[in-house]
């Protein structure tokens, strides 16, 4: 019951103004592969969840839009097998494909973020990228007044993955950056504060150039 977003066409309008705005290419989720062709029209990357790496029809439709396609490796996955979920993008005629590393699941209700899987990952065959904020997530550990379950997370080791990953030698990270974090209406306790973004960027900048 927690917030899902303003659903697809307000979502698009709102991405399609941050392009136009800021200049930058934009990234977001596909959840069916009846989604992949309109969100192609606006988005240059095509992100398949965590949950959803395996789904060989969402990955195909995905391909088929000559968009990037930036896979997110299963909590439950062994490395390998991102190996098969991108040679499905490829099949499909795509070459253009990012796999992803955003922590394994650790018991019911933590998460681990194992550099390791940076390495491995590079045998899917194109770039990696490391997911710092969803890596970090307590899934189901908050407990609302009313009932309602949603993630927990440790905000506070936001910088010590993100240096791990590129020292490590990751082609991009991922984050999610929100300007008043404990307002965010999803994924609050992972949400990087904008104002310390810069300062960050700038050190994750600095230890890839130095490793």
Not at 73 to 95: E, L, P, T
């Amino acid at each position: 019951e927690s917030f899902r977003g303003p659903g697809l066409e307000a979502g698009l309008e709102v991405l399609q103004a941050v392009k136009d705005e800021v200049g930058v290419p934009v990234v977001t989720d596909i959840h069916e592969a009846a989604q992949a062709a309109p969100v192609a029209r606006v988005a240059d990357v095509l992100q398949i969840p965590a949950f959803l790496c395996r789904q060989t029809d969402l990955l195909t439709a995905a391909a088929r839009t000559g968009r990037v396609v930036h896979i997110k490796k299963g909590q439950w996955c062994d490395a390998s097998v991102m190996r098969a979920a991108a040679d499905k993008a490829r099949a499909a005629g795509n070459s253009e494909v990012i796999v992803c590393e955003r922590g394994t699941q650790f018991g019911y209700g933590d998460l681990l973020f194992d550099p390791r899987n940076l390495v491995w990952l590079r045998r899917a065959g194109g770039l990696v990228t490391a997911d710092v904020t969803h890596s970090l997530q307590q899934p189901g550990g908050l407990t609302s007044s009313a009932g309602e379950r949603s993630a927990g997370g440790l905000r506070e080791l936001i910088p010590t993955v993100a240096r791990t990953a590129v020292a490590c030698g990751v082609d991009g990270i991922f984050m999610e950056v929100h300007d008043e974090p404990e307002k965010s209406l999803c994924d609050a306790p992972t949400q990087w504060p904008l104002d310390h973004l810069e300062g960050l960027l700038q050190e994750c900048r600095d230890i890839a150039q130095a490793s």
